[in-house]
């Protein structure tokens, strides 16, 4: 089955400065790749998502790239603030007829004013 | 409420109690998702119901037991629990099993003693 791996688990930056968040997966079938992110206490809830034919896609300060060949996608933030502070999750969604979307194991980021 | 609703929001349960949790979505979905949150782990897919037709059980132990009445609501129904069994228990919802988002209810925190 699909194996997500998500790096780093834990990342500190000063608000204003950029963040990037990496992961890993196993299946080359999977062909979508969610963020979320879920602030304290609350419901993970989607920010931004790309598919396997496309190769970059940006919403404002946020943007998501994907290189299929290296099995690889990261989560990048510009101008970070502390409302950004919150756990990141990356997931990929396998080619099962269902549709199975399999987790990283989280960032938790820290935008210190 | 709009959106996805879960209930109870905190539980508190022995070992060999019996418990259900509760899940409704108002979004006029057609799939349905349970899934497990631990500290430190990734979110983990338990059940996975699309037009109350269960299509996945990823190899959850007996003593959950989920139950899918229609597309609007989702149970898990909860016996001898493990103390290992806490954790937060979130409910999802996606148009189908084919649409990519799934929004997420606020989760049920299960304590287990």
């Known amino acids: 089955g699909e194996n997500v791996e998500q790096h780093p688990s834990t990342l500190s930056v000063q608000e204003g400065d950029s963040a990037v968040i990496k992961c890993t997966y196993s299946?080359?079938?999977?062909?979508?790749f969610p963020w979320y992110k879920q602030e304290l206490g609350k419901r993970p809830q989607l920010i931004i998502d790309i598919r396997s034919n496309v190769g970059e896609k940006k919403d404002q300060r946020i943007a998501v790239t994907l290189n299929k060949t290296a099995k690889h996608f990261s989560l990048h933030i510009t101008e970070t603030q502390p409302e950004d502070s919150a756990v990141y999750f990356c997931a990929a969604r396998d080619g099962t007829s269902y549709g199975k979307l399999t987790f990283g194991q989280g960032t938790i980021l820290t935008v210190h004013p | 409420e709009t959106g996805v609703t879960q209930t109870p929001r905190h539980l508190v349960m022995g070992m060999t109690n019996k418990k259900s949790l509760k899940c409704e979505q108002h979004l006029g979905h057609n799939a349905m998702y349970w899934y497990k949150q631990s500290a430190k782990k990734p979110l983990e897919l338990m059940f996975v119901?699309?037009?109350?037709?269960?299509?996945e059980n990823n190899s959850v132990p007996s003593r959950f037991s989920p139950e899918c009445p229609n597309s609007s609501h989702l149970f898990l129904h909860l016996h001898t629990l493990q103390p290992e069994d806490s954790a937060l228990y979130l409910c999802a919802s996606s148009q189908d099993l084919r649409s990519h988002e799934q929004y997420f209810g606020p989760g049920t925190r299960l304590t287990v003693t």
């Open positions: 119901y699309s037009l109350e037709e269960r299509v």
């Open positions: 299946d080359s079938a999977s062909n979508y």
